[in-house]
């Protein structure tokens, strides 16, 4: 690894190529993670199976080698398996290829002769590549003359594919044919329905004419092929030219079946071939020494205990010290991970964490990196490699909005080093809702039926139509100045701000921040409650009523898009997100800026978790009147003693007053 940075330290130096500067700090991030790799292993050789800690440290063995595997790959890319030669014993019939006979595979009798494999080179029959683009000119739906090339190209290699497929037993290839629209889908379906015909056209001709005249039926036609239509819209954040193109994705079925996923990926992702990392462990609360202060009653519909431990379905193997060079699978007889050994410090810091994780309290596990900071900086290292031109998307210049930063790179820089909950949940508010993040994972999300059922509800606040109904006037009056007119509105809009001190703002204003957040009158933020509400008669306050949930705006959609991007990163990028973790920072944004209530987040991630299989028992919303008793990550204790008035939760409160009257 040293070496490695010397030499990437070194072109930097001399002034080398950008290309081959790029090229060894890939070589950098590859030995960075191989260390990783090594020192995960070595805290997990310090526990032994039957221990807590060793299903996390398995864990984070698992981990540390996926992203050792994506950093190996992206410095040293490897050709795709069907690009690559591969060999294939094969006969017509079984037991007549020279294998089969001089193997005797088919008798009992023993083989007379030394056996000789019997191969077939397929290389060259898989289409190259299986992707194949068609480009449309600016609000045009008809290919240009340039395509035709390509589209004859394409549907030569499809015919010939399909009959060897044919030839063979294999199924004939799937077509699947997707036009990309700017401002609509309906761009893109014409698009794709244009480029599927002449493809069409193409393709059965070459069948009828070229390939199949004269030959004794049956013959491969044009409706043998599977060919599927789609259509997608193209969001402002990419590139507006890949909103003018149709692709044309080509399965040959040559290639072997991917391992079937441990976990389903969510509808129109594509599912992991990994192995998913094991649930963290989960202390049990009843051994967390908390307990309800006298007098009160335990809550109804109490969750079920937690379970104390998670067995990895890894089996790891276990290195004697002594002998560095073999591996045992039993562990050494006597090490039980009660006592921290000698080691290098980070493999003492990993331990040490991994036993605060599964200790006394029952917080899981501890790292702010598992939350919305490692999420943001998941969001903008892909942007950074896939749509570098787009970074300013994550940034606003909306003085309204809490965390505004501005658009510049040197301030999301900085928000990225050093930035609060705040200025991160904007960041990836504006990544997720400008669908930057979306398209670099596969597309946008499925919105969630029932909060598409609400939002006809959702009307205008009566103090923001009269806003807006100032704002008219002022612009008619022709007797203010424009710097009358702003300070008219200013003053009219400061009664549905934020009301509170900037300089008591926690956590305090940064100093990019602060002239986005303040005028002269104070802060400048504008609650979604301000601006939105619901009338009492809608369903969602008609069904919140019986439970006790109290409603503000409606059930917070951006929480819902938060958790389910989430879970797309962490099921398709690989990387550990915790989404309680990251439920908390939106509860904590939400509510502190007056933008939804705690049912309304709480409601919005059960929904997105409702997505999510497998998900973990413990996050789920008890929507009843004892909802403020679970709050991942805080437990019971801290959110007596630091949230609950007076150490009590409100149904507590309501109990006690309903035993005083």
């Known amino acids: 690894m040293r070496e490695s940075e010397g030499r990437a330290a070194t072109a930097r130096r001399d002034g080398a190529a950008p290309a081959e500067i790029a090229r060894l700090e890939g070589f950098v991030r590859a030995a960075r993670a191989l260390a990783a790799v090594h020192e995960a292993e070595h805290v997990r050789w310090y526990f032994t199976e039957d221990r807590p800690e060793h299903a996390l440290a398995q864990r984070e063995v698992d981990q540390s080698r996926a992203r050792a595997r994506d950093a190996v790959r992206a410095a040293a890319p490897i050709l795709d398996d069907k690009d690559q030669w591969f060999f294939r014993a094969c006969s017509k019939r079984p ?4 294998h089969a006979v001089n193997a005797a595979l088919l008798s009992d009798r023993s083989p007379a002769v030394s056996n000789p494999l019997t191969t077939v080179a397929l290389h060259g029959h898989a289409l190259r590549p299986d992707r194949r683009n068609v480009r449309f000119a600016e609000q045009q739906h008809t290919p240009s003359a340039d395509a035709d090339e390509n589209l004859d190209a394409l549907a030569l290699s499809l015919a010939r594919t399909g009959l060897w497929n044919h030839a063979n037993g294999l199924p004939l290839p799937t077509v699947t044919v997707t036009g ?10 014409k698009r794709a329905e244009v480029v599927a015909k002449a493809l069409g056209d193409r393709l059965s001709r070459l069948l009828r004419t070229t390939f199949q005249d004269g030959t004794p039926g049956p013959h491969v036609r044009l409706s043998d092929f599977a060919l599927t239509l789609d259509a997608q819209r193209v969001r402002r954040a990419t590139d507006p030219d890949r909103g003018r193109v149709v692709t044309v994705d080509i399965d040959d079925h040559r290639h072997t079946s991917p391992p079937v996923p441990a976990r389903p990926a969510p509808a129109g992702e594509p599912p992991r071939t990994e192995p998913p990392a094991p649930p963290r462990p989960t202390a049990d609360p009843a051994a967390s020494g908390t307990s309800r202060p006298t007098g009160t009653e335990p809550r109804p519909g109490t969750p079920l205990t937690r379970p104390g431990t998670t067995e990895s379905t890894t ?14 699978a039993q562990p050494r007889p006597g090490r039980t991970g009660a006592r921290l050994g000698p080691g290098p410090y980070p493999v003492r810091r990993g331990v040490r964490r991994f036993r605060a994780a599964t200790g006394r309290t029952p917080r899981r596990e501890r790292g702010g990196d598992e939350g919305v900071p490692h999420m943001v900086r998941a969001a903008w290292d892909r942007a950074r490699q896939q749509y570098p031109g787009a970074l300013a998307t994550f940034g606003s210049e909306n003085p309204s909005m809490p965390g505004t930063v501005g658009t510049s790179r040197p301030a999301l820089q900085q928000v990225l080093r050093t930035g609060h909950l705040r200025e991160l949940v904007t960041f990836l508010f504006q990544g997720i809702f400008s669908d930057l993040v979306p398209e670099m994972l596969g597309g946008r999300e499925d919105p969630d ?106 059930t917070a959609g951006s929480t819902y898009r938060f958790l389910v991007h989430a879970a797309r990163m962490r099921d398709q990028w690989g990387i550990d997100l915790d989404l309680g973790l990251i439920r908390a920072g939106m509860i904590a944004m939400s509510l502190s800026a007056a933008h939804h209530s705690f049912h309304e987040v709480m409601r919005a991630a ?56």
Do not use: C
């Open 449 to 554: 039926p029932e909060i598409g059922q609400e939002r006809p509800s959702r009307r205008r606040a009566a103090g923001r139509a009269e806003l807006e109904r100032l704002a008219a006037q002022l612009n008619l009056d022709d007797t203010l100045s424009v710097a009358e007119k702003q300070a008219a509105l200013a003053r009219a809009t400061r009664e549905h701000t934020v009301q509170r001190d900037p300089d008591g703002v926690r956590p305090p204003l940064s100093r990019a921040e602060r002239p986005f957040a303040v005028n002269y009158l104070g802060l400048t933020w504008m609650p979604a409650s301000s601006v939105y509400d619901l009338a009492m008669n809608t369903g969602l306050q008609e069904a919140s009523e019986d439970t006790g949930g109290l409603v503000l705006t409606g």
């Open 95 to 98: 037991g007549e290829s020279a």
């Open 180 to 189: 990309h629209g700017n401002r609509s889908r309906a761009s893109g379906q």
């Open 606 to 661: 059960q929904l997105a978790l409702d997505t999510v299989p497998g998900h973990d028992p413990v996050l789920d919303y008890q929507d009843d009147w004892g909802r403020y008793w679970n709050v991942y990550p805080l437990t019971e204790q801290e959110l007596r003693e630091r949230v609950a008035r007076d150490g009590l939760f409100p149904d507590e409160h309501a109990r006690a007053l309903l035993d005083v009257t």
């Open 315 to 328: 089996t790891s193997s276990h290195r004697d010290p002594a002998r560095p060079g073999r591996r045992s």
